[in-house]
């Protein structure tokens, strides 16, 4: 079977770090347990409204841990201009809201969004991959790919809640057919939001699957198992 790469999301060490507005847990050590339990990518999500991963956190964990760091960002000018400071490898553009607790689903791309393409076009011109958070809808993968995109990340936040439920089965079947529309525009396919590490197989065994990222399910049993090890069983099971 292929290679499904894990990117785990550090975004809630920082969330525990900012409880206290200390320097632990820090994100390099954290970055550091990732890359050397089997994660193949960090990924943080720089928010506008800086609730848990700040710039400084990038900014060490780009130029203290050697490895490949995917940044989640905003489409908008000052997300775009830290980004080009930064260099991360890889970006992946969410749309964020200031009251929602996480990303609540996909970027809306209906329409022209000329704003969206320019931070794509930047970005790409200096070398670093963009990848898109959409739901699993034709629409919204096609116009990604016409705005220049890279790779597709498809909001799996859906299929997560449906979990157990009637709608599960059409929700996964959902994410099938967008991963084939994606493969077929030769993009990269990645997914994530919600993933466990009951819900995470059979969203990993999409055809052409690429990447899964994961976060909270990983951080929140890293505290009873220690990180290493819930990264170790997260790469364990998407193989
Ligand atoms: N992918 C994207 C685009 C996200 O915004 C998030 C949440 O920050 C994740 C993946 C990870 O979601 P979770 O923390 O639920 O695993």
Redesign the pocket.
């Known amino acids: 079977m292929k290679h499904v790469k894990l990117?785990v999301?550090i975004?809630?060490i920082a969330t525990l770090r900012q409880a206290r507005g200390e320097k632990n847990p820090d994100t390099v050590e954290a970055a550091r347990v990732v890359y050397s339990s089997g994660g193949d990518m960090v990924?943080m999500?720089l928010r506008q409204d800086r609730r848990h991963i700040q710039e400084a956190d990038l900014e060490r964990v780009r130029t203290d841990v050697k490895g490949i760091l995917h940044m989640?960002m905003a489409a908008v000018p000052e997300m775009e201009k830290i980004a080009l400071r930064v260099r991360p490898d890889s970006v992946?553009l969410?749309p964020e809201s200031p009251r929602e607790l996480?990303?609540q689903g996909?970027m809306k791309l209906d329409g022209k969004r000329p704003d969206i393409a320019k931070v794509i076009k930047n970005l790409s011109a200096a070398g670093i991959a963009v990848?898109i958070?959409t739901d699993p809808e034709p629409q919204a993968i096609r116009a990604a790919h016409n705005m220049g995109a890279d790779s597709i990340?498809l909001?799996?936040?859906k299929y997560?809640e449906s979990w157990g439920k009637k709608l599960q089965a059409k929700e996964l079947e959902k994410l099938q057919l967008a991963g084939f529309l994606v493969k077929e525009l030769e993009m990269e396919l990645?997914?994530?939001?919600?993933?466990?590490y009951y819900n995470v197989m059979q969203v990993a065994r999409i055809e052409g699957m690429d990447c899964l990222?994961?976060?909270?399910?990983?951080?929140s049993r890293g505290l009873f198992v220690g990180l290493k090890n819930a990264v170790a069983e997260m790469k364990r099971l998407i193989q």
């Open positions: 990117g999301n975004d809630h990924v999500h989640e992946c969410v996480t990303t996909g990848s958070f990340e909001c799996t936040r997560a990645h997914a994530g939001h919600g993933l466990d990222n994961i976060g909270f399910s990983i951080i």
